[in-house]
């Protein structure tokens, strides 16, 4: 996997991610993940959606559970 299959591959993992919880975390906070996916700021991304599920004790499916951490094994977290 080349260094651009494995960031179309991240940012797809944390989309996926995002998605899943999108209607259930403020508008403003989705704006913000989906801001940092755009602009190729993956680790504020992961932070971020991490901190705004933690905050608003959302409830995570496997799924996304799934796609977080490998989200944070491909940045070595």
Known sequence: ?????????????LTSA???????IPSKDAEI???FI????????YEHLNNTIDE???LITEEAKM?????ANFMNL
């Open 38 to 45: 755009d602009h190729n700021e993956y680790g504020l991304a």
């Open 1 to 13: 996997m080349d260094k651009h299959d494995h960031w179309r591959q991240l940012a797809a993992l």
């Open 56 to 58: 608003e004790r959302l």
């Open 67 to 71: 796609a977080m951490k490998a989200a």
């Open 33 to 35: 993940v989906q801001y």
């Open 18 to 24: 995002l998605d899943a919880k999108r209607n259930r």
